[in-house]
């Protein structure tokens, strides 16, 4: 039972027991039931304001959802593009001379024929000549020409 109820509940019993407005005792019930009557539509009026602010922030919420999903949608494939554009790409590795430093570099800095060490500062110089011609140097076994 709402605490509405219950208070109409209540007038109606002190209405049965025909209490008089007269009496000091009636009077004190009567200004009470008033009361109660007041806090109990009181109460009832911020259960229903409670209400419209927990839907207003629910759909509030949706509406965050979905601007977060759209957004780490968004991030996601450009990540997958950054991830797919690196794989096209093949990065070379090699081991510095002077500080041993491993060193990764791209198909155009190969084409340049050096490179500058990060680490220490030494250049280094490719020869691709021989991997030009068809030949290597025969140390990696892949069937080249020797020199």
């Known amino acids: 039972m709402e605490i509405l109820e219950k208070v109409a509940y209540l007038k109606g019993l002190a ?3 025909g209490l008089e407005d007269s009496t000091k005792e009636g009077k004190i019930l009567k200004v009470m039931m008033d009361i109660l009557d007041d806090m ?15 839907e207003g922030l629910d759909a509030v919420s949706d509406d965050l959802s979905d601007v977060e999903s ?21 990065v070379y590795e090699t081991t510095c001379p002077n500080c041993e430093e491993p060193i990764y570099f ?28 068809g030949g290597c140097c025969g140390g990696c076994g892949c069937g080249g020409d020797e020199e």
């Open 40 to 54: 109990a539509l009181e109460m009832q009026d911020l259960r229903d304001e409670q209400y419209e602010i927990e």
């Open 106 to 133: 791209d198909e155009d800095i190969l084409a340049d024929g050096s490179v500058e060490c990060p680490n220490c500062g030494e250049k280094l110089e490719f020869d691709l000549s021989s991997l030009e011609e």
């Open 70 to 90: 759209f957004i780490y949608e968004a991030f996601d494939e450009e990540d997958d593009e950054d991830e797919d554009e690196d794989d096209d790409e093949p």
């Open 15 to 17: 209405e049965g027991l």
